[in-house]
């Protein structure tokens, strides 16, 4: 009996290493090991998955949503939320069409969509860091706003602008050395937002307020321009991902938009089970979108119904905030 109880605590603890390890790895790897399984299991299952052309269009699919993914991350990372995201892309492909529609040159229009997202980003920092509403209330109302405002201004309808301005479609659409330009444009601006997050006084200060936002008000940290910045800099993202879009459709979509919060939330979530435990961080952005991108060209390529597309997408949002959730528990932890 003396020997017992020894052998039981010997037991618990090899059980509570085990499972301390295998939380370790699901909140460093995690998202690269489901983007592995996808790639594994599309590369046997879908004949033309690993052509050039294939890893090509996937990247071009993925560029739009890493644009307004990453300007989400810097929101995360100052511990907020905003899920005006998709509607902020709406509305200025909107806003974009319709000026170029009634004659409005074109570096005139695209600087007055990205004034939309700017507004849009101004009335969510001034709410969320200066009236203290809840960021998930506040991002809600301003996104629901901004969807009246876009019926309104559109009538619920597409706004083409191919014989007003033809010579804008040529921003997105076409190749530069064999690669879609929108994927240059996905990778300037995620390089930027990288610099900015991690060699910037604004970067440091955006991650000192996220992981405590009363200490970094003790250590001088300005907390509400620091919020505000982030906030403005995603609605410009978002507002960036709208304009390319209505560039890509040749008009503007009252809807166009909205799916990419969603991705924006998956891919900024599984992000955080990238190398690092449970942090928002632009690289591991990158590599969520990727993975929600592999994952819809895969299901596209080997023919299920659309609907499966938002199934996956839903499940893969829940894997990334439960990665989240283990990273920042064993975080803690240690």
């Not at 992981?211 to 982030?230: D, I, P």
Request: glycine fraction near 12%.
């Amino acid at each position: 009996m003396q020997n017992v109880a020894p052998a039981l605590g010997a037991r618990q603890t090899r059980i509570r290493s085990f499972g301390q390890s295998v939380t370790l790895v699901i909140g460093k790897y995690g998202a690269i090991m489901v983007l592995a399984l996808l790639f594994a299991w599309f590369s046997v299952a879908a004949k033309y998955f690993l052509t050039w052309d294939n890893s090509v269009q996937i990247l071009n699919q993925a560029a739009l949503s890493a644009i307004s993914a990453c300007g989400l991350t810097l929101v995360l990372a100052s511990n907020q939320f905003d899920l005006s995201v998709g509607n902020t892309a709406s509305l200025s492909g909107i806003v974009v069409a319709m000026l170029m529609i009634n004659g409005v040159p074109i570096p005139i229009a695209i600087a007055a969509a990205l004034g939309v997202g700017v507004a849009i980003g101004l009335c969510n920092s001034f709410l969320v860091a200066y009236l203290k509403v809840n960021a998930l209330v506040a991002t809600l109302g301003v996104g629901s706003a901004a969807v009246g405002v876009n019926y309104f201004l559109s009538g619920g309808a597409a706004q083409p602008f191919a014989f007003a301005a033809p010579a804008f479609n040529q921003i997105s659409i076409g190749n530069w050395l064999g690669i879609p330009k929108d994927v240059y444009y996905m990778v300037a601006i995620v390089v930027v937002l990288w610099a900015l997050l991690n060699r910037t006084v604004l970067g440091r200060n955006v991650q000192a307020v996220g992981g405590n936002a009363e200490a970094a008000r003790l250590a001088g940290v300005g907390t509400m321009s620091v919020t505000s910045a982030a906030f403005i800099i995603c609605s410009l993202c978002a507002s960036v991902t709208g304009i390319l879009l209505a560039s890509v459709v040749g008009s503007g979509q009252p809807t166009g938009g909205d799916g990419y919060t969603m991705t924006a939330f998956a891919a900024a979530f599984l992000g955080t089970a990238v190398l690092r435990e449970g942090q928002f961080h632009i690289v591991g952005t990158v590599v969520g979108v990727l993975t929600v991108a592999v994952g819809f060209n895969g299901l596209t390529l080997i023919g299920v119904p659309s609907y499966v597309q938002f199934f996956f997408q839903g499940v893969l949002l829940i894997a990334a905030v439960s990665f989240s959730t283990v990273a920042r528990q064993h975080s803690k932890a240690s």
